[in-house]
């Protein structure tokens, strides 16, 4: 038995009907079926859009390694240079006033991150990051008090962006205590200010709205609550220095008001404030600020799910992976980091 | 065609498109199965699953690629739900349909058909697979390299050993 007898009985098998070629009868079944599966399908669902009519006819007209290494690197530099040269100021301006779910969202955040990146002082680009946030927390403050379509979701969005900020801050003053505890003194001062105006436009914000609506507003004036309780442990934890320029008095006094203002907010909490409280009494301001911290970073934690701007599509077939052409994956969303647990000073944000 | 079922949503180019794989789909998958109705159903199933991927927008490199990757998943995902897989089935009725006078017509070569059914179910899935998919389905070596995840070097290995492989079972009777 040779090599080229074995292969030729292989290929022979092609047509013995049942193990190289399917019933015809059966083929044509499902055909049917499938074909009218589908059908129900297209009636269920609407086309595709323009767009990706547009990217397939790029990708048929050009071979895959041009469209990747040349037409695509091309394109994307030439809409750069355009984005850069001709419209870019145009278009961020116009970008200024977006919304989230809005087209030009995207660019303002862009824009904003390419302006941050391009700060080199790490306490300017802290500074320029609370800029941000105060942005983020009028988008709030703008989508609860407007009628726009989807309101409830993209509020929901926009305190997602929110929260998304205040971590990028917290982050930064973090990083910013190793390297200059005084800038960062400097920043928790300006956090704890603009916290408190953030709040105040947020509580005039979003009366008239529905509890959805809210709900997300609540949830963003947790998140500045958290963002200032926060910003003053930075000050309590550097108390002896110079930068922090408040006497012990005026710093108990605003760790009072903290309780105070938490306590209004949350009055479930009263067990956590009084001790609290009776730490405040004791001079242990830190220890205060700690208990305050569970209980803002407890009401900033119940921040509601974000509601999809649109539908989602599903991803994948099932269970079926594809290594040859890829997959889609999933990016989550950052959230804030609670406060310490036990004692602000021995962890300090 | 592929333009037309992934951006028109034309269901009879799709029609089209399983016309040109469905019988290589079948054969694919029939050498992996155990019987005639799950090759069946899993063909099926496999362009069931095209037209939702071609739908979710996903680049396409190789749509026979595709397909077969499509078969080659849900065979595996059969089995694995399978506990008492029998390794070398000799199911009579295959034999029956396979040595039928029709098809025996078509078998023109000294080798019986259903001795190289069996002698192929014997080979390992991976010498099984190549040596469908190269002389059953006639593809290149390239083009196989594609669907097994191989260079086309390491593809090419591969079909001469399976095909070394299958020759030493047909030599040993007893095993068939």
Known sequence: MTDREIKNSLRALQGVRGIGDPDDAWKRRTREQLLSKIMQDLMASPAAGWSFAASEWVRLLFPQAFTRFVFRPALVSVGMLGALLGGWVTTVSASYNSLP???????????????????????????????????????????????????????????????????????????????KPDQAVEVAKLVDRKAGE???????????????????????????????????????????????????????????EKITAVAAENPAESVALDEAQKRLAKDDLAGALSKVGEVTSRAASSTPPVLPLVETVPTSANSITLPLFGQVTGSGTSSTTPLPDKNVSSTPR | ?????????????????????????????????????????????????????????????????????????????????????????????????????????????????????????????????????????ELSPKEIAVILGKNSGATRVLIHRALQALRVVMRTPSKI
């Open chain 2, 1 to 137: 065609m592929l333009y037309q079922a992934r951006v028109r949503r034309d269901p009879e180019a799709f029609g089209k498109i399983y016309d040109a794989y469905v019988s290589r789909i079948y054969r694919f998958i029939y050498f992996k199965m155990q019987s005639k109705e799950e090759a069946e159903d899993l063909t099926s199933e496999t362009f069931a699953r095209l037209w939702k991927y071609l739908q979710e927008g996903k680049p396409v490199k190789h749509l026979g690629a595709l397909t077969y990757q499509i078969a080659r998943n849900l065979v595996s995902d059969h089995y694995r739900g399978q506990t008492d897989r029998m390794i070398l089935s000799t199911d009579a009725i295959r034999e029956e349909e396979a040595t039928e006078p029709n098809a025996a017509a078509a078998f023109d070569t000294s080798i019986d058909a259903a001795t190289l059914e069996r002698s192929l179910r014997l080979l390992k899935d991976e010498y099984r697979e190549a040596l469908v998919l190269r002389y059953l389905d």
């Open chain 1, 101 to 179: 779910g809005d087209r030009l969202y995207a660019v303002k955040i862009a824009a904003e991150r390419a302006q941050a990146n391009l700060v080199l002082n790490p306490g300017d680009r802290v500074r320029l990051r609370v800029e941000f946030l105060g942005r983020r927390v009028e988008e709030v403050a703008k989508i609860a008090e407007r009628q726009v379509p989807g309101k409830a979701s993209k509020a929901s969005v926009a305190v997602e962006k929110m929260k998304e900020e205040i971590s990028t801050v917290q982050e930064q003053i973090k990083t910013l205590k190793q390297s």
């Open chain 1, 198 to 256: 953030f709040n105040v436009l947020l509580s005039s914000s979003g009366r008239e709205a529905t509890a959805e609506v809210q709900s997300a507003v609540k949830a963003a004036k947790d998140l500045m609550t958290d963002a200032s309780v926060q910003a003053v442990a930075v000050l309590v934890e550097n108390r002896g220095d110079a930068a922090v320029q408040i006497s012990a008095s005026a710093l108990k006094e605003k760790v009072q």
